[in-house]
C-alpha cells in the first residue's frame, strides 16, 4: 500500500480537467451574517453524475488507460453515487460495467446508473453486495471501488484542490463528509502544501464507524448498513488505506440525524441547489467547529452530491 502525497493529487486534476465541471464556490451572505464566519461550498451537487465521485472513477480509468491497462470489464459496490460514475466513466472508455447495489438503494441513483449502460445487480444486504464483487474479480472484470483505491481517493480529493485554487486566501479549515474515507483522505492531501489548513471529517452519529475507529485505534466494522438518512455514509467500514489518513484529521464531527436534515432543507434554501443529505454533513459539523472560535474564520465545506429521488 502506497502513501499518497499533493503531487498526485495535482496529477490527478490535471488528467480529469477535460472531462469533468469545475464546479463552483457558493456562499451564503445571510448565513455568513448569521454565523459571524465566511463560508464557502463547494458545490459538487453539480459535477458531473452530480457528485464528486465522477472524480475518482474517471481518474482511475485514465490512468489505467495511460499505462495500457484499459479493462474489457470493470466491476465494483456502491449504494449510488460511485456506481454513477463507474457507469458514466466506462461508457466514455466504452468499457462494460457490472455495478453490486443494495436494494435499499435510492431510485434515482439506480435509475441514473442504468441510464448510463451499466449491468445492476441487485443483493439484499449491503454486506451481500460486498462479499459478492469479490467473485467477479476472480473472473476477470477490474475492481475499482468506491474508496479502497489510491487512484479513486486522488481523484476524489481534486474536488478540494480545485476549491483552494478558487479561493483568493486559503481556509482556516475544511469540512467533508466521510463514508469510507476517500473524499476526506483525498482532502487532507489537497492541503498538504499548508500546514495552517485543518481538515475535519463528518459522519452521521449513528453511522460512526470513522469516528470509532480513531477513537479505538483499529477498524470498526458494521455488521450491516447503518439506518442513517446520509445513504453516502452507510459503509460498512473504512479500509486500511483510507484509514492511515483519517488518523491524521484534525477531528470527526459526528452528526445527528435530526441535525442532517435541518442543514440539507437549509442549505437547499439557501444556496438555490439539490443536496442529498450526505453533503449536509459538512455544514453541521463546520457549525460545531465554528461555536467554538474565538475569532472569524474562513471556512470550506465540500457538498458531495445531489442526487435525490424526487419523492424525498
Not at 435499499?104 to 451499466?118: E, I, P
Request: contains cysteine.
Amino acid at each position: 500500500m502506497t502513501t499518497l502525497d499533493y503531487e498526485k493529487i495535482r496529477a490527478a486534476l490535471d488528467r480529469i480537467r477535460p472531462f469533468v465541471h469545475e464546479t463552483p464556490l457558493l456562499s451564503s451572505s445571510l448565513l455568513n451574517q448569521k454565523l459571524g464566519h465566511e463560508i464557502f461550498f463547494k458545490a459538487e451537487c453539480l459535477q458531473k453524475t452530480g457528485a464528486f465521485k465522477a472524480r475518482g472513477a474517471l481518474n482511475t480509468l485514465i490512468s489505467l488507460k495511460e499505462k495500457g491497462q484499459l479493462p474489457v470489464e470493470v466491476v465494483t459496490f456502491s449504494s449510488g453515487n460511485h456506481a454513477q460514475a463507474i457507469a458514466w466513466s466506462c461508457q466514455l472508455f466504452k468499457v462494460k460495467a457490472k455495478i453490486l447495489m443494495p436494494e435499499s438503494v435510492s431510485r434515482a441513483k439506480l435509475n441514473a446508473t442504468r441510464s448510463y449502460g451499466a449491468e445492476v445487480i441487485l443483493f439484499k444486504k449491503r454486506s451481500e453486495v460486498e462479499e459478492a464483487v469479490y467473485g467477479y474479480q476472480e473472473r476477470g472484470a477490474y475492481l475499482i471501488p468506491p474508496y479502497d483505491h489510491d487512484d479513486v481517493i486522488c481523484g476524489q480529493g481534486t474536488a478540494c484542490l480545485e476549491a483552494l485554487s478558487q479561493l483568493t486566501t486559503l481556509p482556516d479549515a475544511v469540512f467533508a463528509p466521510c463514508g469510507g474515507g476517500g473524499l476526506i483522505s483525498g482532502s487532507w492531501l489537497a492541503t498538504r502544501q499548508s500546514s495552517s489548513i485543518q481538515v475535519f471529517g463528518a459522519e452521521p452519529l449513528i453511522a460512526n464507524d470513522a469516528a470509532r475507529s480513531r477513537r479505538d485505534g483499529r477498524i470498526f466494522h458494521w455488521p450491516d448498513s447503518p439506518p442513517t438518512i446520509a445513504d453516502g455514509a452507510r459503509t460498512l467500514h473504512i479500509s486500511e488505506r483510507t484509514f492511515q489518513y483519517i488518523q491524521k484529521l484534525d477531528g470527526i464531527f459526528e452528526i445527528p440525524e435530526e441535525e442532517i436534515l435541518y442543514w440539507t432543507q437549509w442549505l437547499c434554501s439557501l444556496l438555490k441547489v439539490h443536496l442529498e443529505p450526505t453533503a449536509a454533513l459538512g455544514m453541521a459539523a463546520a457549525l460545531q467547529w465554528m461555536k467554538s472560535q474565538t475569532t472569524q474564520k474562513r471556512v470550506l465545506v465540500i457538498l458531495s452530491g445531489g442526487n435525490v429521488d424526487r419523492e424525498g
